[in-house]
């Protein structure tokens, strides 16, 4: 696998785990046996100590191509040579069975010649402890175990098993379809092949069903339908929890030390990801994660944070690994967060507009909203607590504090809906305390307006400019057809964007220098944004034109170099995908195209 070519990769996934798999068909990074553990193939951050998981053809190679069976998450690899050629069918097992979800740590590759008799070499290494120890391989009947003193990994095949202890790493002519099922932990004793083949029979049939049951607006459904199944995957199913991404450490960009661990779940970013979900009525999930929040909500006294372990750890502790080489060479390679320490004050806020549906909707039933009256002074109260603070802002700067304007509008619209719960349920004494709150969070966010330049700036007293602040108009802070939501967008316009819409987070120097890179998420609020403002055609061009900034199966990582439309930043970026789901429902709105439900 060429390093330079890390996006070029797909994934793979069941709710359970995330498996990027590489154009050259090497699983380049599986963290089992969940997102936050240590990668078993991680060739994305080193190339020797990563291990691998890939079908080499023996010779030349004409082309690499990779797609998805249509409205699936299962990935085709097609590898081309002049005289033979073959594909490998990946996927992670999801399906119902016995009224629930089966979702095993396994991952199936089914390899099947195209033409000729592709002559090949399987070569199967995991690592582990993020490269630093290897496994022991055992010979079995028909499978090799891997084991160490705490992990048990055991892959299945049909090929001779003599060929993963070859010595001289000899190739194999495979001419006919063979299967292979690595799993994690347990043994896997079932028929092979027919196992295999009925699997991906019934997740091909999983996931078709699911996307019919999405409501998908009839504007590049496409491409909606593509992050919607993206973002499925992000979601870790035991407790509803969805990641930021999969991966850790895949700068922002060149040697500028952005390097973070995303596997983790942001509750300050709740807001957008329910709302995505909501648009497209995934009602389940949307659930799920709602009440990963409510839960984390409700069992921290103290502050909350802005993220948490996908079992609600509060603790993530950030390492660096010294022995990974890291993406081209950039370090440093980190493990854990330390963003958790942070002061994010707009996360209250937050989490109380992200949980509006259930106490709100209709559609969830009134048991479900029994301690509402609880919850909600709660995250007033933590409101009243910090609304008077200053804080790190929504892009974590890790040695600056303000009264950002980004977190004023959370508290802002925290309060706002707040008001609306305590109206539907005749909380009057809570519709008091809301209304005073939601006029003290409008007064820091207009010692944020720049009355010569006609916009807010990021933060009172300073006079730097901020992507973030698109939300003013998004949030309906700004009226979308009033003069100030325009001349904002304008000023933003000037300074921060860049070609084909692409939009710089800010410009100003933070703990690490200058940005460099374009951040995906604020192009789709920009979008977004010309949308409210009666903008529509010029919305409509901008999120086409970014559609080109997706890899080949139109995944998004986190960062575009706007000069070479190279991505950066962890892959793919769960919230590029919010952002793209919820700009293409905003634009269908304006343009009143149908939604449908095709069930």
């Not at 043994?187 to 991906?200: K, M, Q, R």
């Not at 690994?321 to 963003?339: D, F, S, W």
Request: aromatic content about 14%; charged content about 25%.
């Amino acid at each position: 696998m060429n390093k330079k070519h890390v996006y070029e990769s797909g994934i793979i996934g069941n709710c359970s785990y995330i498996a990027h798999v590489h154009k050259s068909t090497n699983i380049s990074w599986l963290c089992w046996p969940s997102f936050e553990d240590s990668f078993i193939f991680g060739k994305l951050l080193d190339e020797n100590l990563g291990g691998e998981f890939s079908f080499n053809l023996e010779g030349p190679i004409d082309s690499q191509e990779q797609y998805y069976l249509e409205n699936t998450n299962i990935l085709v690899t097609e590898v081309k040579g002049p005289n033979a050629g073959f594909k490998v069918i990946d996927f992670a097992p999801r399906f119902n069975q016995y009224e629930r979800y089966y979702k095993p740590l396994m991952l199936v590759r089914i390899f099947e010649p195209l033409y000729g008799n592709p002559k090949i070499k399987v070569n199967c290494e995991p690592r582990y402890s993020y490269g630093k120890e290897g496994f022991t391989r055992s010979r079995g009947s028909n499978h090799v175990q891997y084991h160490n003193t705490t992990e048990n990994i055991r892959l299945t095949t049909n090929i001779p098993i003599s060929h993963f202890f070859d010595k001289e790493e000899s190739y194999i002519i495979i001419n006919e379809k063979k299967h292979f099922i690595l799993t994690y932990g347990g043994l896997f004793e079932a028929p092979l092949e027919s196992t295999a083949e009925d699997f991906l029979h019934k997740t091909k049939k999983y996931w078709r069903e699911w996307t019919k049951k999405a409501n998908i607006p009839n504007f590049y459904q496409k491409e909606v339908i593509r992050s919607a199944l993206t973002l499925k995957l992000h979601q870790y199913e035991d407790t509803g929890a969805i990641i930021a991404a999969s991966t850790t450490s895949l700068p922002e960009s060149p040697g500028s030390g952005r390097n973070w661990d995303y596997r983790y779940c942001w509750v300050r970013d709740s807001f957008y990801v329910l709302t995505a979900l909501a648009h497209i009525g995934k009602f389940e999930e949307m659930e799920k994660f709602a009440s990963y929040v409510a839960g984390i909500t409700q069992t921290d006294a103290g502050r909350l944070q802005p993220l948490y372990g996908i079992l609600g750890k509060k603790s993530l502790y950030e390492e660096t690994l010294e022995h990974l080489e890291g993406y081209l060479g950039n370090k440093p390679i980190r493990v854990g967060n330390q963003a958790y320490e942070h002061i994010q004050n707009d996360v209250y806020g937050q989490a109380m507009i992200a949980l509006l549906p259930l106490f709100t909707d209709y559609r969830f039933p009134v048991d479900e909203r029994k301690d509402v009256k609880n919850w909600l002074l709660y995250i007033l109260e933590k409101i009243e607590m910090t609304i008077d603070e200053k804080d790190a802002g929504i892009w974590e700067f890790r040695n600056f504090a303000n009264h950002h304007a980004y977190s004023n509008l959370f508290q802002w619209a925290g309060a706002s809906a707040a008001l609306k719960i305590a109206h539907q349920n005749g909380y009057e004494d809570i519709r008091e305390r809301a209304q005073k709150l939601k006029e003290k969070a409008a007064d820091y966010i207009e010692r944020c307006y720049d009355s010569e330049r006609n916009l807010y700036t990021n933060a009172v007293g300073s006079s730097n400019l901020d992507a973030s602040t698109l939300q003013l108009i998004m949030m309906n802070y700004l009226k979308p057809d009033g003069e100030r939501a325009k001349s904002h967008l304008e000023g933003l316009e000037k300074e921060l964007k860049g070609k084909d819409g692409l939009f710089y987070r800010y410009l100003h120097r933070d703990d690490f220098g200058k940005p460099t890179t374009t951040f995906l998420v604020c192009a789709f609020w920009y979008v977004e944004a010309l949308a409210c403002v009666g903008r529509v055609d010029e919305a409509q061009n901008i999120f086409e034109k970014l559609l080109k900034y997706g890899n080949h199966l139109m995944l998004f990582s986190e960062d575009i170099n706007e000069d070479n439309g190279s991505q950066w930043g962890n892959f793919p970026q769960a919230y590029s995908h919010v952002g793209l789901m919820n700009a293409a429902y905003r634009i269908a709105t304006k343009l009143d195209k149908p939604i449908f439900l095709t069930d």
